[in-house]
């Protein structure tokens, strides 16, 4: 399978920053990889904070799920946007990124670059 194609079908579907790696561009794709976990570990922290802070209060009823959905909505939720808007970014970026790669390196291997 061509590199143009299999490299940003495995950074789009699997995990961003393996088509970089598929591509043997080692450290962007160790880079993009620590960058994805780190907005991952960030987010499940913002949202164990705002879970924190609404049963901290001490007026959530569990028993009444629309309740806790309107205590939860009323928490400030900007940072989990932040971070899932910098995550979708990283993500097209992982993309298009291998696709580049992937397309220079199947040109090289057929001879075809235009310099």
Not at 64 to 79: C, F, V, W, Y
């Amino acid at each position: 399978m061509q590199k143009a194609i299999l490299s940003p079908v495995c950074s789009g579907l699997v995990i961003p920053g393996l088509g970089q790696i598929i591509n043997q561009d080692l450290k962007k794709g160790i880079i993009i990889l620590c960058a994805v976990f780190a907005l991952f570990v960030a987010g499940i922290v913002r949202f164990l904070q705002i879970i924190h802070s609404v049963f901290r209060s001490g007026h959530t009823d569990v028993s009444d799920p629309q309740a806790l959905m309107a205590r939860l909505g009323a928490e400030d939720s900007t940072m989990l946007w932040c971070l899932g808007i910098a995550f979708v970014l990283l993500w097209l970026y992982a993309v298009v990124d291998a696709y580049r790669g992937g397309k220079k390196i199947d040109q090289l291997e057929t001879g075809s670059l235009i310099k």
